[in-house]
């Protein structure tokens, strides 16, 4: 059983910066690609970024040159940095990684339960 606990969200004014991490736990033998997505109210959830177990990023168009996102592999962590927030960027935020469990032969997506992320004045 593998869990993922978000964590970091919160009430942020516009322009500011957030950190959002992500722990992994459980009976992990590996992890892939780990990702964020997030779900505003009254939409879909929707990709942000995506980071490569080899540490290569990916992020939408939407949130380029604002978020960062980062990985600790000795950890099982993957953060994301987010700067210059706007009131678009108000949702909950959702991790999401490949992994791969002990015992087994291939890799599983696994979510966690979201953190709020606002952005208001």
């Known amino acids: 059983q593998v869990q993922l606990v978000e964590s970091g969200g919160g009430l942020v004014q516009p322009g500011g910066s957030l950190r959002l991490s992500c722990a992994a736990s459980?009976?992990?033998?590996?992890?892939?690609?780990m990702a964020w997505y997030r779900q505003a109210p009254g939409k879909q959830r929707e990709w942000v970024a995506t980071?490569?177990?080899?540490?290569?990023?990916n992020y939408a168009d939407s949130v380029k040159g604002r978020f960062t996102i980062s990985r600790d592999h000795a950890r099982n962590t993957v953060s994301l940095q987010i700067n210059s927030l706007k009131p678009e960027d108000t949702a909950v935020y959702y991790c999401?990684?490949?992994?791969?469990?002990?015992?087994?032969?291939?890799?599983?997506?696994?979510w966690g339960q979201g953190t709020q992320v606002t952005v208001s004045s």
């Open positions: 999401n990684a490949y992994v791969q469990a002990l015992g087994s032969m291939t890799f599983r997506g696994s």
């Open positions: 980071i490569t177990s080899g540490g290569v990023p």
């Open positions: 459980g009976s992990i033998f590996s992890i892939g690609t």
